[in-house]
């Protein structure tokens, strides 16, 4: 990692340094991996679903994150100034109802068994499975380190609305994003109040 990469370091949050902790006691363990499938029926458009994902990877530092835990005292999050998912495509489309089931659960597996590199993955991961010609499953994975049940909800609104911008051409306007270290500033303030 380069210096000109970092754009900021900071302490991790209380639950984020247990989940750290239980994440090194077993690094092939899946407890703490997070995986959503969702089905896109309609004109899915598989280019502006990525760049949709990589402008809310710029807009939330939190997405652009890795865990440094070496040579430290104290695990730190490390904020990098440039991420981007790559989303992973495969076509199911010429196989027979039954066996795309068992593709996208043979996907699901292979993906929950592939652990996540905290301290240099980009941390979330994407697969398109194609079922016909507008319809798909998408296998949105990450560890819970990264987010929680509320960001999740938080995230996936703003990304349809990034994604519904950008297919109708215009660029998506939200309000300014608070970057996380602001809550982490805010925890620091509360344990010595």
């Known amino acids: 990692m380069k210096k000109n990469d970092l754009q900021d370091i900071y302490p991790l949050a209380p639950l984020q340094e247990g989940l750290l902790f239980h994440y090194l006691s077993d690094e092939q363990s899946n407890a703490y991996f997070e995986q959503i499938t969702f089905r896109l029926q309609g004109e ?3 280019c502006l679903f990525e760049a949709s994902w990589n402008l809310l990877l710029q807009r939330h530092d939190i997405l652009r994150t890795v ?16 991420r981007q998912i790559e989303l992973r495509y495969h076509d199911l489309s010429y196989l027979p109802s039954v066996e795309q089931q068992q593709q996208l659960q043979h996907y699901q597996q292979q993906d ?3 652990p996540f590199n905290l301290t240099k993955d980009v941390l979330m991961r994407f697969y398109a499975l194609q079922r016909a010609t507008d319809d798909y499953w998408m296998i949105w994975s990450h560890p819970h ?4 049940g509320w960001s999740v909800g938080i995230l996936y609104r703003e990304f349809i609305q990034t994604y519904q911008a950008f297919k109708q051409g ?5 309000a300014n994003a608070v970057p996380y270290v602001r809550y982490i500033q805010w925890l620091c303030t509360r344990q010595f109040a």
């Open 44 to 46: 899915v458009d598989l």
């Open 67 to 82: 865990f440094s835990h070496e040579k430290t005292n104290r695990p730190l999050q490390v904020v990098l100034r440039q």
């Open 112 to 114: 929950r068994h592939q």
């Open 145 to 148: 380190i990264l987010l929680d």
């Open 170 to 174: 215009l660029k998506p306007s939200f």
